[in-house]
């Protein structure tokens, strides 16, 4: 790949679309990879068994929220430094991003392990989903490390401009975990456990495929004496980068728990099952929001590395069109057809009942969220990741708990599901009051990096 002909100087719009596309198909698989499970158990397992895996969602958060950290932060320092033509140095990026991704992710699966009945608890676990959501955590645990590798593998195989061999790195584990789904869940009747074990064996396949990858020499990356040599200033900026991530998915994970809570309160396991299923559809709502901005990622930073400012800019605004656009069409589809998404997961009258308004209502805005996504991701390339935190931390958490806990209070039950489009509504403020700032805040200062501040 010809950084100046391609990052620099390709045209725009194919360019987005190039890098995009493979991101938003690697965005569907994973979202199908999460998501089998929920409609292989919701189907032969009944309501409590899919309840148990939605109180297990904020353990997902976490699994991925440390190597996201790692593998977005890295992997944005990466073309930032690659936009400057220090090579080398992006090289120990990846090397130093491998070695805190394992540290993090084995650090995690003990704790995990060692205080099982502690997470459960703070999960928002009942006495009826106890013994299943145990069997799922237990096995799920310890695919920690594999989880973490296969996020990392993917994003340095896509931004070393391999974005379609990025997506097949997820696409094998995917792939893997379906069929076992089918083999495990609806053939032998393991249940939860063997969704839990379809989910590790497929991420141990998209790790090791990640791995040829990398290793193999097959990128842009290139393995020398010094790659893997620790290094805390190249430490610190990466996970300063990633730390938005970071902060994004635990938050999510964080809100898991809450919105587990606060629908036990209101409405027992139905309510939480009918969670369950917005959360799946929501990933796929989201989901072209979610490729168009890992696309941009190597073209914004590459770019913002090289002070090549104009085309920084017209890359955001050209995305965010493309962004908005395709997440209406798959929005207007859910706000249609409610019931039919929501019979995927073998729901019954009372799953209907409340998962047809939840997702409505859940989702009355949700094609802002293409453009709330994008600046995140657009802070977070150009080495800015406060105002992407902040963004963040506003729309999952901040603005979000209050109105779970008091909507309900005032609607019942629904109104958890109003609280939100009220916090996407405030984020998208708040993220165009700083995109302007920053836009207008973009001038040259001569070749220099400016380095992601903690």
């Known amino acids: 790949m010809s950084r100046k002909t391609d990052y620099a100087e390709g045209k725009l719009f194919p360019l987005i679309l190039r890098f995009s596309i493979p991101a938003s198909i690697s965005l569907l698989i994973s979202a199908i990879y999460n998501i089998v499970d929920r409609i292989f158990i919701g189907n032969f397992s009944g309501n409590t068994a899919l309840a148990a895996l939605s109180i297990c969602f904020p353990l997902s958060f976490m699994m991925i929220a440390f190597g996201l950290m790692c593998s977005a932060g890295g992997s944005t320092v990466f073309t930032l430094y690659r936009g400057r033509r220090e090579d080398r140095t992006a090289d120990r990026v990846f090397g130093n991003a491998f070695i805190l991704t394992i540290f993090f992710e084995i650090l995690l699966t003990a704790v995990l392990l060692l205080f099982p009945d502690f997470f459960l608890k703070l999960f928002g676990v009942t006495d009826t989903t106890y013994e299943p959501a145990l069997e799922y955590y237990r096995i799920v645990a310890l695919g920690c490390l594999f989880q973490g590798l296969s996020l990392l593998f993917c994003d340095f195989v896509r931004v070393s401009g391999k974005p379609v061999l990025g997506m097949c790195v997820t696409g094998a584990g995917?792939?893997?975990?379906?069929?076992?789904?089918?083999?495990?869940?609806?053939?032998?009747?393991?249940?939860?456990?063997?969704?839990?074990?379809?989910?590790?064996?497929?991420?141990?396949?998209?790790?090791?495929?990640?791995?040829?990858?990398?290793?193999?020499?097959?990128?842009?990356?290139?393995?020398?004496?010094?790659?893997?040599?620790?290094?805390?200033?190249?430490?610190?900026?990466?996970?300063?980068?990633?730390?938005?991530?970071?902060?994004?998915?635990?938050?999510?994970?964080?809100?898991?728990?809450?919105?587990?809570?606060?629908?036990?309160?209101?409405?027992?396991?139905?309510?939480?099952?009918?969670?369950?299923?917005?959360?799946?559809?929501?990933?796929?709502?989201?989901?072209?929001?979610?490729?168009?901005?890992?696309?941009?990622?190597?073209?914004?930073?590459?770019?913002?590395?090289?002070?090549?400012?104009?085309?920084?800019?017209?890359?955001?605004?050209?995305?965010?069109?493309?962004?908005?656009?395709?997440?209406?069409?798959?929005?207007?589809?859910?706000?249609?057809?409610?019931?039919?998404?929501?019979?995927?997961?073998?729901?019954?009258?009372?799953?209907?009942?409340?998962?047809?308004?939840?997702?409505?209502?859940?989702?009355?805005?949700?094609?802002?969220?293409?453009?709330?996504?994008?600046?995140?991701?657009?802070?977070?390339?150009?080495?800015?990741?406060?105002?992407?935190?902040?963004?963040?931390?506003?729309?999952?958490?901040?603005?979000?708990?209050?109105?779970?806990?008091?909507?309900?209070?005032?609607?019942?039950?629904?109104?958890?599901?109003?609280?939100q489009p009220v916090s996407d509504l405030i984020a998208t403020v708040l993220s165009a009051v700083l995109i302007v700032k920053s836009f207008r805040e973009m001038r040259p200062t001569g070749f220099q990096a400016e380095k992601c501040k903690a």
């Open 174 to 419: 995917a792939v893997t975990n379906i069929a076992l789904d089918a083999l495990f869940v609806a053939g032998l009747s393991w249940g939860v456990q063997g969704a839990a074990a379809a989910t590790v064996i497929g991420q141990i396949v998209s790790a090791g495929f990640g791995a040829w990858m990398l290793f193999g020499g097959r990128t842009s990356v290139k393995i020398r004496k010094d790659t893997f040599r620790p290094d805390r200033s190249l430490g610190k900026e990466l996970t300063s980068c990633g730390f938005a991530f970071w902060i994004a998915q635990m938050a999510m994970g964080f809100i898991a728990l809450v919105y587990n809570g606060q629908l036990g309160k209101y409405g027992g396991d139905v309510a939480i099952s009918a969670y369950a299923i917005v959360s799946s559809v929501m990933t796929f709502i989201i989901m072209p929001a979610s490729g168009i901005s890992q696309g941009i990622q190597p073209i914004l930073g590459f770019n913002y590395g090289a002070e090549n400012f104009e085309r920084v800019k017209q890359t955001f605004v050209k995305a965010t069109m493309l962004s908005v656009g395709v997440t209406a069409v798959i929005w207007a589809a859910a706000e249609i057809f409610p019931a039919a998404l929501i019979s995927l997961f073998g729901g019954g009258p009372d799953l209907m009942s409340i998962g047809i308004p939840a997702l409505r209502f859940n989702f009355v805005i949700a094609p802002v969220l293409g453009f709330v996504m994008l600046a995140t991701t657009f802070f977070q390339s150009i080495g800015k990741p406060n105002a992407s935190s902040l963004i963040t931390l506003i729309r999952q958490v901040i603005a979000l708990v209050p109105f779970i806990y008091i909507l309900p209070g005032i609607f019942g039950t629904i109104g958890i599901f109003y609280a």
